[in-house]
């Protein structure tokens, strides 16, 4: 993925990072939640298949169909200019099954320990963020320098 650096600036990364942090708050406030996104999904899935509160599944549904729906919006004002994935198809399959066994292994994802758990000083988000963080400098070590 490259980014467009005739049309990005430091304030499209702030803005951005407020509206996450704004959404957080948020849910925490008005439902008592934390804005993890495997965790909503998981409960979103594991709602269907049981006899989960249809306010439950309701509000997990809503926050789902909004991450899904956001960048088709936000598209229309094309802000950034294009994006390009430089990565084929079984490579993203790949990169989003071994993104989904850590998020399980790590009890969470990084919406979850990074922005939720590291604003509530959580000791367990701090160290599954650094764990995220170093895989993520040896992944990019590794397939842009070390195979390249």
């Known amino acids: ?26 849910l925490m406030l008005v439902a008592g939640r934390i804005a993890g996104i495997s965790g909503i999904l998981g409960g979103l899935l594991a709602g269907l298949a049981a006899d989960a509160s249809k306010a439950e599944t309701l509000w997990r549904l809503a926050f789902v169909l909004g991450l899904l729906y956001t960048p088709l919006l936000y598209r229309q ?23 989904g066994f850590g998020t399980r292994l790590a009890g969470g994802c990084t919406s979850g320990h990074g922005v939720c758990g590291l604003s509530r000083l959580s000791a367990r988000s ?23």
């Open 77 to 99: 004002w094309d802000v950034v200019g294009p994006i390009h994935v430089e990565a084929g198809r079984g490579t993203l399959i790949a990169a989003g099954l071994l993104v």
């Open 126 to 148: 701090l160290a599954a963020v650094g764990v995220f963080m170093a895989t993520g400098f040896a992944t990019v070590a590794l397939t842009r320098h070390l195979l390249a």
């Open 1 to 26: 993925m490259s980014i467009d650096w005739t049309h990005f600036s430091a304030l499209h990364g702030l803005a951005g990072g407020a509206l996450i942090g704004l959404a957080s708050v948020l």
